[in-house]
């Protein structure tokens, strides 16, 4: 089975599951589920930070697009705050 198909059935099985729960139980289970969740993004942010020069590369990118907001804010007659 290809893997949208399986995680279709997963999310099916989970809502039948969940149903059935008393209210602390499903609020255990929601805790649970952002547990899970932030150490995903955890492990996710991690991956990201351990390749070489990301930092650096994804500072340089903030900083260009905040010239190129500026710019545009600038011709459209915005005013930007001075961040100084």
Known sequence: ?????????????????????????????????VALADKDSEEATQELLDIPGFMRVSIFLCKTLDLFQMRNDLRHGCSTPNPF
Do not use: K
């Not at 949208?4 to 099916?12: D, I, Q, S, V, Y």
């Not at 149903?19 to 589920?33: H, K, N, R, T």
């Open 1 to 33: 089975m290809d893997p949208a198909g399986n995680t279709a059935e997963m999310r099916h099985h989970t809502d039948r599951y969940l149903g059935q729960l008393s209210p602390a139980c499903l609020q255990l289970a929601v805790d649970f589920l």
